[in-house]
């Protein structure tokens, strides 16, 4: 099987909600998602997404994505999208870091690779545990008030781990954990994400005065050293997410004891093989994940499901359905949210259809 056309599609997936917001007052009301549709010489296409969290998150954002694909087009042309290994490989030669734009490209061909052997994503990247894969949900930054009524607003939807907004104004961010806290049900998880928005004073601010509160902290502060610093302070359970961008990011805080889980983002690491082999020292070093992406639609939804299902279930701190939070279908097939849970498709590849009434026509076409 080869490579014989690349089609770049752009779609807009307005928020639910309206409006998402994190640390800093940063927010995002349109999300802005590229979907890569990876054509052969066989009957098999392929199908991959990525959809930065705006340009503010991290270093990436959709049009970065669009030219990016169009770079690296012309050295794909004529590989075989099945052999993950070199197809990276070839990547990462003709463009250093830009991992996210990698990472739609890699999802492709691991739909194609799905798609010639029968089998699901699933089972290719290690096999199926569970029946299903649990889910948390994102609560975008409000009063404190407005916050704690959403906790419960979700909890009606199945979800029982609720990751709140905060890295604000600290008196605010206490405000928000412990309003959040008091509604809190017996065998909820609640987090507060500060998305790197705390100076170090205003982290230690709020970790001491939530001491008392069951609450895990996650990425306090920009840098990993003042991570660090603020994990060496607080007894409460940690997490990382910006920083943990790769292998050796993972091992560093592992040897440093800087967490108690990690995020593991798809398009951070640069695709669904270079998240297999995070997932897989994770499950080695036996720390947990939530397994998920910056964000996106059913394509991406999809991915993180097979990634997520085919973890082993104490190492899975968590997933998303990023679909659930956008009003516009970029596929069919994509799992669906059921009591806060979600399972990966049996189908082949990825198990989603793109729907091209959302998608429209390519934005770019590389032969």
Known sequence: ??????????????????????????????????????????????????????????????????AGIGELAQYLIGQDPTALGPINGVMDAALLGHPYVKSAIDMACWDLLGKSSGKPVCDLLGGRHGESVELYRAISQRPAKEMADNVAQYRDEGYRKFQLKVGGDAQADIERIRAASKVLQSGETLIADANTGWLVGDAARVVNAVADVDVYIEQPCVTYDHCLSIRRRTQLPFILDENIDGIDALLRAQRDLAMDAINLKISKVGGLSKARLVRDLCVALQTPMTIEDSWGGDIITAAIAHLAHSTPERNRFSSTDFNSYVTVRNASGAPQRVDGRMTASHEPGLGIVPDFDSLGSPVAVHK
């Open 1 to 66: 099987m080869e490579i014989t056309e690349l089609r770049v599609y752009q779609v807009d997936l307005p928020l639910v909600e309206g409006r998402y917001t994190w640390s800093d007052g940063r927010y995002v009301e349109v999300f802005d998602s590229t979907v890569v549709e990876i054509v052969t010489d066989s009957d098999h296409i392929g199908y991959g997404e990525v959809c930065p969290l705006g340009p503010f998150y991290l270093p990436a954002f959709g049009a970065g994505a669009r």
